[in-house]
C-alpha cells in the first residue's frame, strides 16, 4: 500500500521509520517531512493544513492511507476532508480534536464523563477571572483557551503572576487562543503520559511515557517542547494505568461518541499521578513529539497495522506484542532554545552512526545543504536506544550522541533521571 505521512518532526520520522519497516508498506511519501526522512522517504511539498490540497495530493498519488503527525492539520478538519474523498486516514475529525484545541471542551466532556481533573472556571472577560483568581488564591493554573503551541499554560505560584497572565492572554498574546481563559486549581504529583489507540469505540494502551519539558538539568529553566523522553514511565504502572482507563479515558470516549464525534486516532493523556491516583492534566489528539520517538522504536512494524485497525472500527480484535524493554530518546537542540537560536549550523559524524532497530538518530529540524546536513529549527536530532533496561537504554543512547559533532548543539545529560534515581 501507498502511505503518506503529515508532518515534518522527530515524531514523523520515528512513524516514517515504523511504517516503512511493515512488509505492507510500498510506497512511502512524507510531507513536507525533513532531512533524515528523505533518506528512508520521498518527500513532498504540500500544505498540509489545506484538506482540499492533501485530498487531492492524495488521489494524485493513489495513496492508500494517510497517516495525520501534528495537531493543527487535524483541527483545521484534514482528516475529514480526506474522509469525505474517501480516503482511509488515521486521525480525528475536527469535531473529535476539540479534545486538544480546545481546555473548556474538555473540561466540559471530563464533568459530563464523571473524569477526574483539576477544578476550573472559564472566562471571556478578564475582571471576572481576576476576581476568580482573588478568590481562589495561589498557586493557581492560567490557559489560553485555544492551540497555542504549548505555550499558553501559565502554573502562577503567586496571584501576581497568575493576574498578569490573565493580563497577557487577553490582550491577544496567543492571539485568538488568548479570547477564552480557562483557570484551574493547581495539581501535585509527577505528570506521565498514557498514549491509546481509539476506534471510535475501542480503546488500546499502546504505551507510557514520561517526557523531560523544561530546557535545564534537573527539570530547571523555561519550558520546550520535549527535552528527551522514556518509556514506559514506571510511574504510570498497571494499577494506575488501569484506573485512567476505567476512570478517565474510557468514559471520555464513551462521551465523545454519545456526542456523535467517535474519537479515532491516537489519544495522548497527561496525566498527573499522586498516591497512585491519575487525573487528568490534558488530551492530545496526536502523539507527542519526543515521547513518539521511544514508542515507536519498542513498537516497531506493527503499528502500522494497529493504526489501520484504529481507523477501520477493528481495534476490538486487535492485540500490542510487547517486549519487555525500555527506550530513551535525547533530544539534541540549536544553542540559545527555546529562545532564539541560529539556523544553519553543520551537523558532523551523522553518516558513521551505526544504526539499528535498536539505536537510532531520529531527525526533527534538519537540512541538506551544500556543506551536509544542517540544523534548521530549534530541535534537532533526536538520539533514540532500547535496551532490555533503561539504564541500558540511556547508556546507548549517549553513546552515540557522543559520536554527533555539533558545536551549535546542546543536551540534556540527565535524561530519564526521575525513573533511574
Ligand atoms: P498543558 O499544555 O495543559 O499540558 O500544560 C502544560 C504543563 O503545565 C503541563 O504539562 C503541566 O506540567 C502544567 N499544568 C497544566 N495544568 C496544570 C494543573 N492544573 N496543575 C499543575 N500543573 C499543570
Ligand atoms: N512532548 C510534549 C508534546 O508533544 O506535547
Known amino acids: 500500500m501507498n502511505i503518506l505521512i503529515l508532518g515534518s518532526g522527530g515524531r514523523e520520522h520515528a512513524l516514517a521509520w515504523a511504517v516503512k519497516q511493515n512488509p505492507k508498506c510500498d510506497r512511502l511519501i512524507v510531507a513536507p517531512g525533513n532531512a533524515g526522512i528523505a533518506q528512508i522517504a520521498d518527500c513532498a511539498s504540500l500544505d498540509i493544513e489545506d484538506g482540499g490540497a492533501v485530498a487531492v495530493f492524495a488521489e494524485e498519488n493513489a495513496i492508500d492511507f494517510v497517516i495525520v503527525g501534528p ?5 483545521a478538519g484534514v482528516a475529514d476532508r480526506l474522509s469525505d474523498a474517501g480516503v482511509a486516514v488515521f486521525g480525528p475529525s475536527a ?5 486538544e484545541a480546545s481546555k473548556h471542551f474538555t473540561k466540559e466532556i471530563c464533568e459530563a464523563a464523571g473524569a477526574p481533573t483539576a477544578a476550573y472556571a472559564h472566562f471571556t472577560d478578564p475582571d471576572a477571572a481576576r476576581a476568580y483568581v482573588k478568590e481562589h488564591g495561589a498557586p493557581i493554573v492560567v490557559k489560553a483557551d485555544g492551540l497555542a503551541a504549548g505555550k499558553g499554560v501559565v502554573v ?9 497572565a490573565i493580563d497577557d492572554m487577553f490582550a491577544g498574546a496567543f492571539g485568538g487562543a488568548g479570547a477564552e481563559v480557562v483557570i484551574e486549581e493547581f495539581m501535585e504529583g509527577e505528570e506521565a503520559s498514557f498514549f491509546l489507540l481509539c476506534d471510535g469505540e475501542t480503546v488500546l494502551p499502546i ?5 523531560h519539558k523544561r530546557v535545564g538539568e534537573g527539570d530547571t529553566g523555561p519550558n520546550t517542547g520535549g527535552m528527551g523522553a522514556y518509556s514506559p514511565a514506571p510511574v504510570l504502572d498497571d494499577e494506575v494505568a488501569q484506573k485512567a482507563l476505567d476512570e478517565i479515558i474510557k468514559p471520555t470516549v464513551a462521551e465523545m461518541a454519545r456526542r456523535g464525534m467517535p474519537y479515532r486516532g491516537v489519544l495522548y493523556a497527561g496525566l498527573m499521578i499522586k498516591d497512585g491516583q491519575p487525573r487528568l492534566v490534558e488530551y492530545n489528539v496526536r502523539f507527542g513529539d519526543p515521547e513518539c520517538q521511544v514508542l515507536m522504536m519498542r513498537l516497531g512494524a506493527q503499528v502500522l497495522d494497529l493504526m489501520q485497525a484504529a481507523a477501520e472500527g477493528r ?24 529562545g532564539s537560536y541560529e539556523k544553519g549550523t553543520a551537523i558532523g559524524g551523522l553518516d558513521a552512526l551505526e544504526e539499528s532497530s535498536f539505536a537510532m538518530c531520529f531527525h526533527a529540524g534538519t537540512q541538506s545543504s551544500d556543506e551536509g546536513i544542517v540544523a ?3 530541535r534537532v536530532l533526536n538520539v533514540t536506544a532500547r535496551g532490555a533496561t533503561l539504564k541500558e537504554a540511556r547508556d546507548q543512547a549517549y553513546a552515540m550522541v557522543e559520536q554527533i559533532d555539533w558545536p551549535g548543539g546542546f543536551y540534556r545529560t540527565d535524561i530519564g533521571w526521575r525513573a533511574l534515581r
Not at 71 to 75: D, K, M, S, T, V
Not at 157 to 163: E, G, K
Open 71 to 75: 495537531e493543527a492539520p487535524l483541527a
Open 95 to 99: 469535531a473529535a480534536a476539540q479534545l
Open 156 to 164: 502562577a505560584m503567586d496571584v501576581a503572576t497568575a493576574m498578569s
Open 207 to 211: 504505551g507510557t511515557a514520561q517526557d
Open 315 to 338: 481495534l476490538a480484535d486487535a492485540r500490542v506484542n510487547w517486549a519487555d524493554d525500555h527506550a530513551l530518546t535525547v533530544v539534541m537542540a540549536a544553542n540559545g532554545y527555546p
Open 376 to 378: 534548521s529549527g530549534g
